[in-house]
């Protein structure tokens, strides 16, 4: 019995002992991730999207006629020069058209040509309508002095005014006649104006039936072959692309830009563009053009869900002669720069409800005697994975991690910084 009442009374002061020992200890508080806010010479911060490689100027070419391909003078990779003839359609109905345009010049000139004879005559007939009527007028004078001397009949008289209304009345249908042959010429003039703008459109035709250069480049694609039919296009359907002329002298690179990330970017930044097929070479370049409108979304997206992308073209400025339309890319794009940067880790600034309850507040959880003391601080550019701040000092430990602990962590909470 004094055994068991000595046991239980060791363990009793046991218990009592472990309790006193952890409430003099106090709790043991959250284990986080700590990171010293650092200094960097030279912060920078970039945007890196994806593209290809793309001539400055380039042309498309297509034709304007349909047709067989019966001779086609290139092949790609050849050089060409502006104006030199690529390739040349078959042109036998595209002559045949101008021939028969022309043939109704020729035609229209010749009717021409006998209406001018019609109003020659009709004038001619003109000049003996006005001597008849003069002749009949003064035999109707005659006439009348006779009649009012009683020397001549009524019936004689009548027949003289009948001579003159008739001489009077062929006049007149002369005269129309002559109008008539005149507008005819106007007639046969403006079909003639008309005929030879169609003459001049078919010789146009025919003259593009020889497919030429615009620009001095390259065959950087060539998507025909000889023989093939040449379509043009109507309506919504698309017309046959023969080949694609790249001028070479300034290449570009043609990148997508992300929505979050085209705000930041400027005309003139400088950039740098690397390529797979160009291992180990960095190009250098600036933008030169950015895209005012988002791009049509990818084939199979939900256009309300897909991110949008932006048009930004690079000029390179130290290309290499052998770069080519089409290549892949990569290009980095320097944004902003600060010298003498405080930075703090991305992830170790977080936003908290300030007193008042307006807007939240940015800043960091600096560690100080064990607890963690949320440090209002104002962000600048982000370089990568750091981020400008001011508030902090250089030197001063700030939780960084873990993500879930942050989220939830508040100010004065004990804190444990966890073993590396």
Do not use: H, W
Not at 20 to 27: K, S
Not at 108 to 120: D, F, K, M, N, P
Not at 179 to 207: C, F, K, Y
Request: hydrophobic share 45%.
């Amino acid at each position: 019995m004094r055994r068991r009442t000595f046991v239980i009374g060791a363990l009793i002061l046991g218990l009592v002992a472990a309790a006193a020992f952890f409430a003099r200890r106090g709790p043991r508080g959250v284990e986080v991730d700590t990171t010293l806010v650092a200094r960097r010479p030279n912060l920078q911060a970039f945007v890196t999207a994806s593209g290809e490689i793309v001539a400055d100027r380039y042309a498309d070419i297509g034709s304007s006629v349909m047709g067989r391909i019966d001779d086609l003078r290139v092949k790609e990779g050849d050089k060409v020069r502006a104006g030199q003839v690529l390739a040349r359609l078959d042109p036998v109905q595209a002559r045949s058209q101008r021939d028969a345009a022309t043939a109704g010049v020729q035609a229209l000139a010749t009717e021409q040509v006998a209406a001018r004879e019609q109003v020659r005559a009709a004038r001619a007939d003109i000049d003996a309508a006005r001597a008849r009527v003069a002749e009949t007028e003064a035999n109707l004078r005659r006439i009348d002095s006779l009649f009012k001397e009683r020397l001549v009949s009524a019936a004689e008289r009548d027949t003289a005014v009948a001579a003159a209304d008739g001489a009077r009345a062929q006049l007149a249908a002369t005269q129309a006649a002559v109008s008539r042959a005149e507008e005819s010429i106007r007639t046969a003039e403006r079909r003639q104006q008309q005929a030879r703008a169609q003459a001049a459109g078919a010789g146009d035709l025919l003259s593009k039936t020889e497919i030429t250069s615009p620009i001095d480049g390259v065959v950087s694609r060539l998507q025909v072959r000889q023989g093939e039919m040449v379509v043009i296009g109507i309506q919504n359907q698309p017309g046959t692309t023969l080949m694609t002329i790249s001028d070479l002298a300034e290449v570009n690179a043609e990148i997508k830009v992300a929505e979050a990330d085209v705000m930041r970017l400027k005309l003139g930044q400088s950039a740098t563009v690397t390529l797979d097929a160009v291992s180990g070479r960095r190009f250098a370049g600036k933008v030169i053009e950015i895209g005012t409108g988002a791009l049509p979304p990818a084939v199979g997206s939900a256009a309300t869900a897909a991110a949008r992308e932006f048009r930004v073209v690079v000029r390179i400025t130290d290309p290499n002669p052998g770069l080519r339309p089409g290549l892949t890319c990569d290009a980095e794009i320097l944004t902003d720069e600060r010298p003498n940067a405080i930075v703090v880790p991305l992830q170790a600034v977080v936003l908290r409800p300030t007193s008042t309850g307006g807007e939240d507040t940015a800043g960091v959880f600096v560690v100080r005697d064990g607890a963690a003391r949320f440090v209002p601080v104002k962000t600048g550019i982000i370089g990568g994975l750091l981020i400008e701040v001011a508030g902090v000092e250089a030197g001063t430990p700030v939780v960084s991690g873990p993500f879930q602990v942050l989220r939830t962590l508040k100010d004065g909470d004990t804190v444990t910084t966890a073993k590396k």
